[in-house]
Each structure stands twice: as structure tokens, then as C-alpha cells.
């Protein structure tokens, strides 16, 4: 007894035909199809080698071994398939703040109903944590051409109320506070903390500890544009360092 039935029958599966639809693919009929895939009568070889010619499959294959999903997908003959053995990785979804959804979020940010209709964005993240993305809308966390700009899109980690004092000076948070969400560097005081932006002509603002509704700390950052690495000051310095080696040869 061969493997033809089994085979055929897995076929279509992969395919996704129906016994109508690969009888007549063949000129057979759904009966005799039938009756193949149920081990009740073996094919013509005629038949055999127009099914596996017609799927790039080798008739010793084709019969001998039950192929298996996998192998079915590196023939030819435009095979797809339900992916049913393929186990797929679930990335988190990510609620997302939008500039257009900002100003409900300062007001909705505990509605649970509100975090559902937020768009997302998918990451492989610790589901057991909680992530926010915001994106930015200003210039505040720039400076010197550097820094976050609008459409960048900055997701941050749930700052539990008793891990905010813990968190170390100059960390990137966007926080809802006095009816705003603002994005910047934290700084703690004694009960206080100090937002500070980047851009030099922003003023920092001070809370009570206490009035931080939501905190959440900034992990990945996703740019429109590549970003610049390195710093100001040592480019400049190499440049000096080289215009030095420059003058150094000419006077030897």
C-alpha cells in the first residue's frame, strides 16, 4: 500500500482545494479521488506521474514516503498553506499615544475602554510589563540640532509610584501631571520632581511627587531619521588634533 492517498490528500489541504476542485484539475472524478485518498483503489501510473509532475514532486516521494507540510512547501506548483504546524511568535501590542489622541489621554489614561482604541504598535517585549508609546510633538528634548523630534515615537516602560524616587537623575520619562503629559528628563528632590527639557530656552517644571498621576520610563526610541552619534566637542577636538598634525608636517 502506498502513501499516494495520504499524500494527495495533504495536497490539498496545503492548497487549499476542494476533492471537486483537484479531480477536475486532473480529469478525474471526485469519486475516484475519493477512493485514492481513502486506500479503497490505487491509481493508473498515468495518473501518478501527471500529479507529481504537475507539483515538482518525485513520484518515488510522491509514494513511498507521508510527506509533511514543510516538505510540501519547498515543491513548486504555487502550494500554500495554513501554516497550522508553524508556530508563530506573538509580539506585545503597544498601546500608543498620538498627538491627536494626547489631550483625551490626560483625561482617559485609567479608562480602560479609551487604551483599547488607542493604535498600536507591535514589539517583542516582556508581556508581563507594562508598555506605553508616545509620540513626540515638540522641540523640547533638543538640543544643538540633537535630540527628539516631532514624529518620533518613544516607548516607556509603567513606573510603579513607589519605584519613581528610585529612578536616576537625568532618566527620560513622559509623566501626566497637572492636566499635561510632558516628556522629559527626571530630577528628584525631596518630595519633588523636576522635569527638564533639553532645548536650553525651556524652563523645568516642578511637582510634588504626590501629583504624578502616570510615569512611565522611557526603554526604545524609534527616530524618523538616522541619528547622529558621537559627541560636539570630540569632533571638534579631532578636527584641531588633525589641523595640528597638519602644520607639524609642513614646519618638519
Known sequence: MSFFGKNIKKIRGVKGL???????LFDLKRGTLGAYEEGRSEPKIETIIKIA?????????I??????VNELLKFKGD???YAEDVIREQF?????????????????YDKEVFIKELPTIQLPV??????RGYTVSNLEMTSHDRGFYPKDVVIGENVPPDVMKKLNNGTLVFVIVDDK????????????????????????????LSDIKEMWRVRY?????????????????????????KMKNKLG
Request: net charge negative; with cysteine; proline share 4%.
Open 18 to 24: 476542494s476533492q471537486q476542485a483537484f479531480a477536475e
Open 92 to 108: 506585545t501590542y503597544i498601546p500608543c499615544i498620538t498627538e491627536n489622541t494626547a489631550n483625551d489621554y490626560v483625561s482617559l
Open 63 to 68: 509514494l513511498t514516503n507521508e510527506l509533511t
Open 221 to 245: 526610541v524609534f527616530c524618523k531619521r538616522i541619528p547622529e552619534f558621537g559627541d560636539h566637542v570630540e569632533d571638534k577636538l579631532l578636527m584641531i588634533e588633525q589641523e595640528l598634525l
Open 79 to 81: 502550494l500554500t498553506t
Open 126 to 131: 516582556n508581556p508581563a510589563k507594562e508598555f
Open 181 to 208: 503629559l510632558i516628556f522629559r528628563r527626571l530630577y528628584i528632590t525631596k518630595s519633588n520632581v523636576v522635569l527638564r527639557a533639553d532645548h536650553k530656552n525651556i524652563e523645568d517644571e516642578e511637582y510634588p
Open 53 to 61: 509532475n504537475h507539483f515538482s514532486i518525485q513520484i518515488d516521494d
